[in-house]
């Protein structure tokens, strides 16, 4: 089985940066913890949706990423979207909290990937 670093280190190797990336996917999975309909999610969506929003564009999620996670990209887009629209209302949602905590970070701050929601 693999862990999330074994994703994280994966998802890197894409020319992402780590420690951004680290903290961008727990701040979205953050905002999704008291969201019921999220809770069935897959493992490594926080990892590809931070992806997103980072490049501000879908990532590439090649042989490597489908090897470590056992996920397409297809498998992903539902978590994702849900995930955007969470990252959009953190300032007004559920987890304000949250927002509030990581508001020191970049990562609260970060444009969420609005055009995944068209």
Request: proline share 4%; aromatic share 12%; hydrophobic share 40%.
């Amino acid at each position: 089985m693999y862990s999330r670093g074994d994703f994280f280190k994966a998802a890197a190797s894409n020319s992402m940066p780590d420690k951004k990336l680290e903290l961008l996917s727990s701040y979205l999975v953050d905002l999704c913890l008291v969201e019921y309909k999220i809770l069935k999610s897959l493992p490594s969506a926080g990892i590809y949706t931070a992806q997103i929003v980072i490049l501000q564009s879908p990532p590439h999620w090649g042989k490597i990423m489908i090897f470590h996670t056992t996920y397409s990209e297809e498998d992903f887009l539902e978590c994702s979207r849900l995930m955007v629209e969470f990252h959009r209302n953190a300032e007004i949602g559920k987890l304000i909290g949250v927002h509030k905590k990581e508001v020191q970070y970049f990562v609260a701050k970060s444009e969420p990937a609005l055009f995944l929601l068209q």
